[in-house]
């Protein structure tokens, strides 16, 4: 005889089966959760009405305004990445570097965390990348794996450095503000960067011959007028980051005001190079409708999902599962990051963001640790599942458009090296948790006297409750 207490473990046992069979993740969800609702109001383990919440909490996803900046930031770095921005930055920067050792490596690097910041998605940085990179890394000696390595995991750093979507999507289920995400994020994405070129750097002085610098004959252009252009093509793009990230970080604009400004600037910035064109606009339009229109049919399957698991105590049960881990809050840590390191595998960075991170952090904020944190920590786990062989799917991007030349296996090799130093990374920002909570602190240091609440006045003349509130 089925209790409630069998209902959770069912619950995630059948969105396990659903998810292997390789049914769309929304509509598993969504199914998962209608059967068991119709199941526990037969067994009459919830009333009726309790399912009357669900059109109320798909409305309150779709009037959501902090979800607006997905649509925006999307639509920003569509136009950037279609008008031929990362060709500029690659081709200067590697110039610009190609005369050393692993130079070219080097600019990938770079180039990679400047496109992570202004695209957004993980599939335009790698196939840009790839595209306009690997077949001269090809030409020019390069070792394969290497190559296709360093372009698969520095499309990945697109997941950390603000303004990253994962981090819209992890402050919206932790219950948090975007701005803070991004400031705990920057330590983090600062290190990635770091880590990716001390690999370079570890192998260009051991083994010269897998990363050579580039002929002199392939470099046209020295000095100023390489300077001038690498510039041309980076500190525009660099102010935009900025101004974006900028203001809130500074809580001047939210994300959703910051996204509208991103993307109008990003038009700015097309037309200033000449390359704003109808076209342009019409395929980053479509680029924004499936980016945004996948990420919200995801989120409803996932509110079908979750109140059918918080109406039969699923909270509960996960809580008693995991608070009883041993070793307390480090037992609890470690456990999570290897689940979620393994569930990467099969999962992509969304679906772990809405099916798993709303059961961990309540589990995590009632051990005492600080959600910011958590979530970034979670977000750097996370980029692992764009790297894992067989199913990365970085590793996909980069084989569908690299030449046939270039073995799988080579591929998949060339990335295990990358997936350690993300998972070095996790471990720094476990034992160094000022990585993250540095740049929470100066953005906390606000000035009190500059901040001013209008409180609204009673028939009595005495101050209300406040008309606004600020996270």
Wanted: net charge neutral; aromatic share 12%; hydrophobic share 55%.
């Amino acid at each position: 005889m089925l209790t409630v207490e069998h209902m959770p473990p069912l619950m995630f046992g059948g969105i396990v089966v659903f998810l292997l069979i390789g049914f769309p993740v929304a509509f598993s969800l969504a199914a998962v959760g209608l059967f068991f609702g119709f199941l526990s109001v037969h067994l009459g383990f919830f009333p009726e009405v309790y399912l009357g919440n669900l059109p109320l909490r798909v409305f309150g996803i779709l009037s959501n305004d902090l979800l607006l900046a997905i649509p925006f930031f999307t639509l920003m770095g569509a136009i950037l990445e279609r008008s031929g921005l990362a060709e500029d930055l690659l081709e200067g920067t590697g110039q610009l570097f190609g005369g050393v050792p692993g130079g070219l490596a080097y600019a990938v690097v770079i180039v990679g965390a400047i496109l992570g910041a202004i695209t957004g998605t993980v599939a335009a940085s790698v196939i840009a990348m790839g595209m306009i990179s690997l077949p001269i890394m090809i030409r020019y000696g390069y070792d394969m794996r290497i190559a296709t390595g360093v372009i698969a995991a520095s499309g990945t750093i697109t997941q950390i450095i603000p303004p990253s979507l994962v981090l819209i999507i992890l402050a919206d289920q932790l219950g948090r503000s975007v701005g803070d995400m991004y400031a705990g994020a920057i330590g983090p994405a600062i290190l990635q960067v770091l880590l990716f070129l001390a690999f370079v750097t570890v192998v260009a002085l051991i083994a010269p011959h897998r990363v050579p610098p580039l002929p002199k004959e392939a470099r046209k252009q020295r000095g100023w007028p390489l300077i001038r252009r690498v510039l041309w093509g980076m500190v525009p793009s660099i102010i935009l980051i900025f101004i974006v990230v900028g203001t809130i970080f500074m809580g001047l604009a939210t994300p959703t005001e910051a996204g509208a400004m991103g993307a109008v600037g990003a038009a700015i910035l097309a037309a200033l190079n000449r390359r704003l064109t109808f076209a342009l606009i019409n395929q980053a339009l479509q680029n924004t409708m499936r980016i945004t229109s996948m990420v919200i049919f995801i989120l409803i399957g996932c509110t079908v999902f979750s109140l059918v698991f918080q109406g039969v105590d699923g909270s509960r049960w996960i809580e008693h599962l995991l608070s009883h881990v041993p070793g307390g809050q480090t037992g609890f840590l470690i456990f999570v990051n290897v689940f979620v390191f393994f569930l990467a595998f099969f999962l992509d960075f969304f679906e772990i963001a809405f099916i798993i991170v709303p059961l961990l952090a309540p589990v995590a904020d009632k051990l005492g640790i600080d959600l910011i944190w958590f979530g970034v920590l979670l977000c750097v786990n996370m980029q692992t599942s764009f790297m894992h062989p067989p199913f990365g799917f970085a590793l996909f991007y980069l084989r569908g458009i690299a030449p046939k030349e270039v073995l799988t296996r080579d591929i998949y090799l060339g990335a295990v090296p990358w997936v350690g130093l993300q998972l070095v990374l996790v471990a720094i920002v476990i034992v160094w948790p000022g990585s993250v909570t540095y740049w929470l602190d100066k953005r906390a240091n606000v000035d009190p006297s500059t901040i001013r609440i209008e409180l609204p006045k009673t028939d009595s003349g005495e101050n209300d409750a406040p008309a606004l509130s600020f996270k």
